[in-house]
């Protein structure tokens, strides 16, 4: 076993930390003294713009700027004063980029003079579109902007000061472009870079050094560590460090000792439990298959119960003839359309259909030909509704339909509808083509009748217009 030796006290290595962090405190201390000469060089330069800007604000008299509003007032004999004016005041410090002046109406700034002698001079009347906090202060007492703002003439640091007489409704401004900020702080800020750079050169010696001391040993500690976890036990690290981690060396070489007495221990028992578990799961799939034997059983029986559940419901509900509701399922439907109507006086009415002439169908053709009559009219008046209208097989060969939400004018309408597809239909019987009729009773339900009552008048009017020769409509003579 490889045996390595430091000999590097812990007061020594602790000394070197405390000698790292004084140097890491000197660079501090640098980038301290560097970000409070920025500030100072910055504070300089605003203070300057706002006192010359309060200086030149005292050259101009608001008072003599009142008629200058628009472009065409360029001519004016004021504008042309203070344009000069303005313009040999930039001239005679080069740091200046614009000195212009505006006015103020309501939230909205407009300028009055600029001294910009390019083609993007702002005319008198302007709008400026770039309000910042600095500028609205300038029209009631000198101001300075906090930072470096950008509008269509450039980026620029700005002072502000009302005018002579201006009543907080004029104010001069002067413009120092960024660049020129930026060049007075260039040299405060490439000091204070190099002084930054040496700091981190030096603090990054100073921590290589102190790493390599420590980092040694505790390599040697994590190598021996993944030994162990790979299942390498009872190895013993034989590393001199001549200080605390002698201690740490000496703890981890007994948890190796006793992982290993813990590993034999354990792999007996890994070994009854897997033998344990073999059988379990023997048993356990045996049971499983038993359960899921019963499961598909049980599905069966439940699945054929509810089939059968189904048939008796839809055969108690249902004609099985035509496969439209009976009878019975019908007074039901019509018993909750009258709850409705009480409820909500919610309109409906029934029609009451049998078809014409149907005997000598039975006795020429026969029952089944009858049979097949019945269907295919049902189909007809099942097709000839809308989806919330209910149709029933009624008896023989009547049928009843109830229309919910439906007023006796879309009932009588409706019922002319179905007596017109029946008797445009074909019917074919053993290769023959006959027609036939229907005859429609129709009633609207009408408050404090009971549903029989609804029900007779229907059944009165059908018997009115078999009299009166069949194939025709009638409304029972109380709901006229």
Request: charged share 25%.
């Amino acid at each position: 076993m490889k045996t390595v030796k430091i000999r590097l006290p812990i007061a020594k290595k602790l000394f070197l930390s405390h000698f790292l962090a004084v140097v890491l405190v000197s660079g501090s201390i640098g980038t301290f003294f560097y970000i409070n000469a920025i500030g100072s060089l910055t504070r300089n330069l605003q203070t300057r713009l706002k006192n010359s800007a309060a200086l030149v604000s005292q050259l101009v008299d608001a008072d003599d700027l009142n008629e200058i509003r628009n472009e065409a007032d360029e001519v004016l004999p004021a504008y042309q004063k203070y344009l000069k004016l303005l313009r040999d005041l930039k001239h005679t410090n080069p740091d200046l980029a614009y000195l212009y002046v505006m006015r103020k109406e309501g939230d909205r700034v407009f300028f009055v003079i600029d001294t910009d002698e390019t083609a993007d001079q702002a005319l008198p009347g302007r709008l400026y579109d770039y309000v910042v906090p600095a500028l609205m202060r300038g029209f009631s007492a000198p101001s300075v902007d906090e930072q470096i703002y950008t509008d269509e003439w450039g980026s620029f640091m700005s002072g502000y000061a009302p005018l002579k007489n201006g009543a907080g409704t004029y104010l001069v401004g002067m413009d120092m472009r960024a660049d020129e900020v930026g060049d007075k702080l260039s040299k405060v800020r490439i000091s204070g870079i190099i002084s930054l750079i040496f700091s981190i050169i030096l603090a990054f010696v100073f921590s290589r050094f102190l790493s390599l001391h420590f980092t040694t040993p505790i390599k040697s500690l994590v190598s021996h560590c993944s030994s162990i976890s790979e299942g390498n036990m009872g190895q013993r690290l034989e590393v001199t460090t001549g200080d605390e981690l002698d201690d740490l060396i000496y703890a981890l070489n007994r948890m190796s000792d006793q992982l290993e007495e813990s590993y034999l221990r354990n792999q007996a028992t890994q070994e009854a439990l897997t033998e344990a578990k073999e059988e379990l799961e023997v048993r356990v799939e045996e049971r499983t298959r038993d359960l899921l034997e019963l499961t598909q059983k049980l599905k069966y029986e439940i699945i054929e119960r509810r089939r059968a559940e189904e048939a008796l419901a839809k055969a108690a509900m249902s004609d099985p003839l035509t496969e439209l509701l009976n009878r019975r399922a019908m007074n039901l439907h019509l018993t909750h359309e009258l709850e409705r109507f009480k409820r909500n006086q919610s309109p409906f009415s029934v029609l009451l259909c049998d078809i014409d002439h149907f005997k000598p169908v039975n006795d020429k053709y026969g029952h089944a030909a009858g049979d097949q009559v019945l269907i295919s009219v049902a189909k007809i008046l099942k097709d000839g509704t809308r989806g919330q209208d209910l149709v029933a097989r009624w008896g023989g060969e009547e049928f009843l339909l109830l229309l919910p939400d439906t007023h006796l004018k879309g009932a009588t309408e409706l019922a002319g509808k179905l007596r017109r597809n029946i008797e445009g239909n074909f019917f074919v019987v053993e290769d023959k083509e006959f027609n036939l009729t229907i005859s429609i009773g129709v009633c609207a339900y009408r408050q404090g009748q009971t549903l029989d009552d609804c029900i007779n008048a229907a059944d009165e009017a059908l018997y009115r217009a078999k009299n009166l020769g069949r194939n025709r409509v009638e409304i029972a003579e109380e709901a006229i």
